[in-house]
Every structure is written in C-alpha cells, then in structure tokens.
C-alpha cells in the first residue's frame, strides 16, 4: 500500500466525484460534504464509469442504467451481495491522496 496525491481538494468540487487511474486501477472519488470516499469506478452491471454519476447523500447514481452505490462501504443498493472495493482517502493541506 503507498498513499498517492492524487488532487488538490479544489479539482473535486463537493456533491461531485471524479474519475483517477492509479497504480493501473480506475478509481472514482467524491466529495460529500467536504468529506471524501473512494470506491472502484466500474460499474458492475455493464461497466459504467461511477465518477461520473450523480451524487446525492451518500449515494451514486450509475450514469448508464442507473444501479445505485453507497460511497462509503461500496455496496450496491440493488444488490446487497454485490460491493464495491473502497479505498482510503486523506487530505494532507490542500491535496486529496488515495492509499492503494
Ligand atoms: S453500467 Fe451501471 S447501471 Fe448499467
């Protein structure tokens, strides 16, 4: 695990998320509240890109189909079985870092 500044906390706006490559994994990260989560960006119904959904809550809104996320443990709304992988996020001063 090494920790990645990925961000400064001004590139991703509150109520929004945004789609990162690191370490060679697609990871969508969201500010909610000031607060920040990380979670895997692909969809597991058909692939969609989560960092481009719609943020309410806690919840993510699949820009394709519509399945539903919860951003801080990953699971999926439609199909409780179905999660996620989260991943820590921190914020050192003004930059956003991911721990993978
Ligand atoms: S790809 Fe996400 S809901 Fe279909």
Known sequence: MAQHKIAKISDIPEGQGKTFTVEGQEVAVFN???QFF???N???HKGGSLGEGSLEDE????PLHG????ITDGKCLANPEA????FTV???NDEVCLEI
């Open 32 to 34: 909610k509240g000031g």
């Open 38 to 40: 990380a979670i895997d």
């Open 42 to 44: 692909t969809c597991i």
């Open 59 to 62: 919840t993510v809104t699949c």
């Open 67 to 70: 399945w539903q996320y919860n």
């Open 83 to 86: 999660k996620l992988n989260t």
């Open 90 to 92: 921190t914020v050192e």
